[in-house]
């Protein structure tokens, strides 16, 4: 089965890449004591080349979960890395240009890190395949297209042909690869093309040629409440030629061009409340040269608490802004059996709140309550409390549980019932603190 990391497109890892720290990062949690700690360390040979290009160095877990990345310079000639102990994949990715034929393809090297000790191992830079050609639509060159050559672990590379429709993807992995092309234009579509067997230092040469009009088709993303109107991006597949195309919306709306004829399937990835859902595109059969509408339904949504804070006393907390105005209120925080972050809300001007997001059905949850420092309007009164912790919560996919009043104690001095009565202006004065 390929790994996440193989199924990243190069050019997503470049981007990775220019945004990584140039400094040594140290990965795991804060309670790992450094007793658990050891060093991967080695040197990176690069062929052919008087000294290495910049490379992208990322790092994963052992089954392949992405942990983070680190941006090496150019001429680096080794690596070092602090982690808990435990096995990790390391992943080189040349930053330089995917045109660029001499470029070296992606190289993996597996460590076993033990604690307070070095582990070294040493790799060598491995170089690319590329895959050459030219690409026209209607017979004539398409400038600016856009090429991503697909190979069968799940790889795929991108790059833009050329003004005169010639185009190079360099850094590939030994492999077989189709060629998937987009239009810019939006105009003109066709299958794959096949490039076959790739080897390493080795260029394969091919023309492509789109012979089909495109159409387009305007798709609908429903929840049972309506359209989805949280901004996220979906993608669609044609059934017949396996290319896809993406688009962003935040009105459940959602506009494709430059489609091959077909039917297709869609792929939403989660947003909100909403789990992640891959299916048939409903209504639709794109058409050449012409315009469709169809829709794709969400039914699985994730499970949420509901309660209300409120003093010790058993009367409702109102949040207290500058100006003796309702604001923000306390920070209520949920948590996973693990102790992981899963949902976050800030309760209203009565105390209520709500924790939601894709959440699935699980026990152990935690509600950890932070009251601003502001403090509360109790009539006349100011109050202040201290942070509160609940245990033994549950969710159920789909459902709400409403958990009913969580009694927020009160900090030292605030003992009595209708706190200390402060005139307006000293209140104010409190509140901007």
Known sequence: MPSPARRTSAALLLVVGLLASLLAATVGSTAVAATEKGIANG???????????????????????????????????????????????????????????????????????????????????????AITGTVKGGGKPMGGATLRAANQAGQSYATTANDKGQFAIGGLPAGKYSVFTWDKRKVWVGKSTWAGAVSPSKFKNVKIRLGKKAGQMSLYLFTPDGLLTVKNTLTVTSKET???????????TFSFK???????????????????????????????????????????????????????????????????????????????????????ATSDSEGQFILKGQLATQDGLTIVVEPPP????????????????????????????????????????????????????????????
């Open 258 to 344: 430059g489609l091959y004829p077909g039917r297709y399937t869609a792929k939403f990835e989660g947003a909100g409340v909403w789990f992640p859902k891959t299916g048939a595109v409903e209504k639709a059969v794109v058409r050449s040269n012409g315009y469709t509408s169809g829709s794709f339904r969400l039914t699985k949504r994730g499970g949420w608490l509901r309660g209300h804070l409120v003093d010790g006393d058993g009367q409702r907390m109102v949040a207290l802004k500058p100006g003796y105005t309702n604001g923000p209120g306390a920070t209520v925080r949920l948590f996973n059996a693990a102790g992981d972050q899963i949902a976050t």
């Open 43 to 129: 040197g990176i040979t690069c062929p052919r080349v008087t000294k290495c290009p910049g490379l992208t160095m990322l790092w994963f877990d052992k089954d392949w979960n992405y942990i983070n990345q680190r941006k090496l310079g150019a001429g680096a000639r080794g690596y070092s890395l602090t982690l808990p102990a435990g096995t990790y994949h390391l992943q080189f990715v040349d930053q330089r240009p995917s045109y660029d034929v001499s470029k070296y393809a992606p190289t993996d090297v597996k460590v076993t890190v033990r604690a307070n000790d070095l582990t070294v191992r040493n790799l060598t830079m491995q170089r690319g395949s």
């Open 374 to 433: 502001g403090g509360y309007l109790r009539g006349e009164g100011y109050c202040q409390f201290d942070r509160a912790e609940f245990d033994g919560y549950s969710l159920v996919t789909g459902k709400e549980w409403y958990i009913g009043q969580l009694a927020i104690p009160r900090t030292e001095g605030q003992k009595d019932p209708a706190c200390a009565t402060i005139g307006a202006d000293r209140a104010r004065e409190r509140a901007r603190r």
């Open 242 to 252: 396996g290319q896809w195309w993406s688009a962003t919306s935040g009105n459940g």
